[in-house]
């Protein structure tokens, strides 16, 4: 009995000094990404490593981050060589300019919109259905002598909005036509606009446990708020199976191979171990050039690699009064319904700047419907032709700085925060409409907040 | 009563070190500060990009001489003026921000690797080659340097006069003109009268200006030195060396590597002292008001980095062969720079530079 009172002994002392939890204001507001955080607020904010790299990754880093940055040149070429011959931009880094986001026209030398394709219908798999000739994607560049799928011609439809304190808000609506088809279109194909999101902390979004992401989904709004989030499960054509989508503009890329991969094959014409056939294999646009795969496979890895390893950029201003109020108001009108504010990163044993990390990406990385004015028409697996997924807010008040001047939302319609609020609709259209309602100050201080993400 | 004097010293001495330290000291570093960043479009940026200008336009001169006239000495003379032009292009990247990013001047001048293939197609083509049909090419890769250095040095540098085709005269007057166009438009972003980018750095911390504060524009020079120390030592140094394949070499044609990676890191100089032709104020000066050690420490890398290129004699192409260890000597001079900026000037300008 007294080596059982010894033994309990201290599991009593211990539970009389039970630990609390790590007080919410002793948290660093500023880590965006956790440790995989950068101070730089400058045009280079989204370039960064994150620190704590063994020396080999940080080897395979940079090299992934000269390749991002390379000119692909016509087939046969001593280097870089493979592009197209139809594709919609030279370099990663051409899109995505400075890590991040670009500007919306199509078809020119530093544009960053590409559009997708396809018929109405669903393939074996649940997605979307290629067109004969076209594919998925349009390819609206090619190289000299040869005739490019499409060119795209994007006009604006412009109104105002008017705020109840008579601030007036300028806004846009993009117009997508195809022009110069190097076959006739079918009827009825559709279109969807999708402008290069920025290419920073995808190691944090990658690793998000799928348990998080299911947690925050409420397809049936069995809660009663208006929203219902629901994930997006896709093809991997690669492992072979459905899995869940996170990457790109409506979840349809389940992991960050896949994403890159893609990138590589549709919008270069570069082709890798993971999609070894052209884009334009059986219309008359191939390189006709046997050189298959185009990239080693351990370049495509490191770029692969270089993306999951891009750090996150700190915080700005975070205890300036008007922008600690603007964070007060982003969860009293429900921005935070979807744009999560503190996500959990699972254990990951090799890259551990990555691993159990606190972090701040504004995403559930969910699906949801955002009305008319945002849609495309275009499903893609489950996502229908409403549906866009939440885009992770952090380093939004950076892109000013990344790409001289900053565009938002999936097309880059929109010039200003506010404009992007506005075009909220769907299941953000309360949240929208309290926002319209908020007085000038709390605005201002709204607009401030999402500024220092 | 000796006490007294000295106890009353002391109560001086302890109030004026109570003073509050807003004195004309300070007052003199905050215009200091300011005065840096008005020097540096007015003694860096705008002269420079004027004179990059100014060599475009020699080298399309050079290259109307040579169509006009394909002799050996022409085409020698247009080289040198490609080169003049080259050393100021490189130069000024040691200041890789604002419109020259933003607007991808610098990828509309200097696309590398030449699109051989696509030439070939273009030259064999009836496109009029004006330079209308070459800014309407759908890659950069088709303009800029690179080609022009293509077609002036042929790939193994033995390129001669004679044998320039009637299509290749053409297209290289239009390079030469689309060059100087871009270098134009470049040196006007800048330009009070036009552009005024420079408004920027001088209103740094003003309504206005994309920089909030004047520590941000600091930051933003700084990271572009940072930047530029990085591409070079770990970018077009590293790449070619560890894989020693000379294929991967930039302006392999001209020979002119080595050359160019010095003009970056010279570049880098001129922004931390604030000079081209003229020295006005620089990063440098607010370092040593504050820090006179950091400020040699960081002078003494720089002559270093810039130094250390002397000893790799050969061209890189080779050098990457037999001069391995001339390589790594510059390259650990370049990390140890860019060390310093990133981990000792960066935190210098935090503490120090505020609005």
């Given at each position: 009995m007294w080596v059982a009172v010894l033994v309990c002994a201290p599991g009593v002392f211990m539970m009389c000094n039970k630990p609390g939890d790590f007080a919410e204001?002793?948290?660093?507001?500023?880590?965006?990404?956790?440790?995989?955080?950068?101070?730089?607020?400058?045009?280079?904010?989204?370039?960064?490593?994150?620190?704590?790299?063994?020396?080999?990754?940080?080897?395979?880093?940079?090299?992934?981050?000269?390749?991002?940055?390379?000119?692909?040149?016509t087939a046969p070429a001593p280097v870089n060589s493979g592009l197209g011959a139809i594709f919609n931009n030279v370099s990663c880094i051409s899109c995505h300019h400075n890590d991040g986001k670009g500007t919306p026209t199509a078809g020119a030398v530093n544009s960053s919109l590409l559009i997708r394709i396809s018929l109405p219908g669903q393939d074996e798999h649940g997605g979307p259905v290629a067109v004969p000739g076209f594919g998925l994607q349009l390819q609206d560049v090619s190289v000299f002598g040869k005739q490019p799928e499409a060119r795209v011609n994007i006009s604006y439809t412009e109104s105002t909005f008017t705020f109840p304190d008579g601030v007036q808000v300028n806004l846009r609506k993009p117009d997508y036509a195809l022009t110069n088809p190097y076959l006739p279109l079918p009827a009825g194909y559709m279109l969807s606009p999708r402008m290069a999101p920025p290419v920073f902390g995808l190691g944090l979004i990658e690793a998000i446990p799928e348990s998080t992401i299911l947690s925050f989904a409420d397809e049936n709004d069995a809660d009663g708020d208006g929203i219902s989030g629901r994930p997006n499960y896709v093809w991997n054509g690669y492992t072979q199976k459905m899995e869940l989508g996170r990457f790109g503009l409506k979840a349809n890329a389940p992991s960050l191979q896949i994403q890159v991969a893609?990138?590589?094959?549709?919008?270069?014409?570069?082709?890798?171990?993971?999609?070894?056939?052209?884009?334009?294999?059986?219309?008359?646009?191939?390189?006709?050039?046997?050189?298959?795969?185009?990239?080693?496979?351990?370049?495509?890895?490191?770029?692969?690699?270089y993306v999951r390893t891009l750090a996150v950029p700190a915080r700005r201003n975070v205890t300036d009064v008007a922008i600690m109020a603007g964070e007060k108001i982003f969860t009293q009108i429900n921005c935070s319904g979807c744009h999560k504010p503190t996500l959990y990163t699972g254990v990951n044993t090799n890259l551990p700047t990555l691993s159990n990390q606190r972090i701040h990406p504004y995403t559930d990385l969910l699906l949801h419907d955002m009305g008319e004015g945002l849609a495309d028409g275009r499903p893609d697996f489950t996502a229908n032709g409403q549906e866009w997924r939440t885009m992770a807010l952090w380093g939004i008040g950076l892109f000013p700085k990344t790409n001289g001047t900053a565009f938002y939302l999936h097309d880059g319609r929109a010039r200003t925060l506010e404009e992007a609020i506005l075009w909220h609709g769907g299941e953000a259209e309360k949240s929208r409409e309290k926002f319209v309602q908020l007085t000038t100050t709390e605005r201002n201080s709204l607009i401030s907040f999402l500024k220092s993400l | 009563m000796k006490n007294t004097i000295i106890w009353l010293s002391g109560v001086i001495i302890v109030l004026a070190a109570c003073h509050k330290a807003d004195t004309p000291a300070n007052n003199d570093f905050d215009t200091l500060t300011a005065n840096v960043?008005?020097?540096?479009?007015?003694?860096?940026?705008?002269?420079?990009?004027?004179?990059?200008?100014?060599?475009?336009?020699?080298?399309?001169?050079?290259?109307?001489?040579?169509?006009?006239?394909?002799?050996?000495?022409?085409?020698?003379?247009?080289?040198?003026?490609?080169?003049?032009?080259?050393?100021?292009?490189?130069?000024?990247?040691?200041?890789?921000?604002?419109?020259?990013?933003?607007?991808?001047?610098?990828?509309?001048?200097?696309?590398?690797?030449?699109?051989?293939?696509?030439?070939d197609s273009l030259l064999a083509s009836s496109n009029p080659l004006s330079v209308s049909d070459i800014q309407a090419l759908s890659t950069l890769s088709l303009r800029g340097f690179h080609p022009?250095?293509?077609?002036?040095?042929?790939?193994?540098?033995?390129?001669?006069?004679?044998?320039?085709?009637?299509?290749?005269?053409?297209?290289?007057?239009?390079?030469?003109?689309?060059?100087?166009?871009?270098?134009?438009?470049?040196?006007?972003?800048?330009?009070?009268?036009?552009?005024?980018?420079?408004?920027?750095?001088?209103?740094?911390?003003?309504?206005?200006?994309?920089?909030?504060?004047?520590?941000?524009?600091?930051?933003?020079?700084?990271?572009?030195?940072?930047?530029?120390?990085?591409?070079?030592?770990?970018?077009?140094?590293?790449?070619?060396?560890?894989?020693?394949?000379?294929?991967?070499?930039?302006?392999?044609?001209?020979?002119?590597?080595?050359?160019?990676?010095r003009n970056n890191i010279i570049g880098l100089e001129n922004v931390y002292l604030g000079k081209w032709t003229s020295d006005g104020k620089g990063i440098n000066e607010v370092v040593a008001e504050k820090n006179i050690s950091l400020d040699n420490a960081l002078r003494s890398k720089i002559t270093a980095a810039v130094n250390s290129f002397d000893a790799i004699t050969l061209p890189y192409e080779q050098a990457i062969f037999d001069q391995r260890t001339q390589i790594k000597n510059t390259q650990n001079a370049l990390a140890a720079l860019k060390d310093a900026l990133e981990n000792d000037l960066k935190p210098f300008l935090v503490q120090n530079v505020k609005d």
């Open positions: 204001e002793n948290f660093d507001p500023r880590l965006s990404g956790g440790a995989a955080t950068a101070f730089d607020a400058t045009s280079k904010s989204f370039s960064h490593m994150i620190e704590g790299m063994k020396a080999w990754d940080e080897h395979i880093h940079e090299l992934g981050d000269g390749q991002f940055e390379q000119s692909f040149v893609g990138a590589y094959q549709q919008d270069m014409g570069i082709t890798s171990y993971v999609f070894s056939n052209e884009s334009s294999v059986g219309q008359g646009q191939g390189d006709g050039y046997a050189d298959d795969p185009e990239i080693p496979d351990s370049i495509m890895n490191s770029v692969v690699f | 960043l008005s020097d540096f479009p007015v003694f860096v940026a705008i002269p420079q990009y004027g004179d990059l200008y100014s060599k475009a336009s020699d080298f399309e001169t050079s290259v109307q001489a040579l169509v006009a006239s394909p002799t050996t000495d022409k085409l020698l003379a247009a080289r040198q003026a490609w080169r003049d032009m080259r050393s100021i292009w490189e130069k000024s990247e040691g200041y890789l921000f604002g419109p020259v990013e933003d607007d991808e001047y610098d990828p509309q001048m200097d696309t590398w690797p030449v699109d051989y293939v696509q030439m022009a250095e293509y077609i002036l040095w042929g790939k193994d540098g033995n390129r001669q006069a004679a044998t320039l085709t009637d299509r290749e005269k053409l297209y290289l007057q239009s390079l030469t003109t689309d060059l100087k166009n871009i270098c134009k438009n470049l040196s006007d972003s800048w330009n009070p009268s036009a552009g005024n980018f420079a408004q920027n750095l001088t209103n740094a911390g003003k309504p206005g200006s994309v920089y909030a504060t004047k520590q941000e524009a600091y930051l933003a020079i700084t990271e572009a030195m940072i930047g530029i120390c990085e591409e070079v030592g770990e970018g077009k140094m590293e790449e070619p060396y560890a894989a020693m394949d000379s294929a991967i070499v930039e302006s392999p044609f001209s020979g002119n590597s080595i050359t160019d990676f």
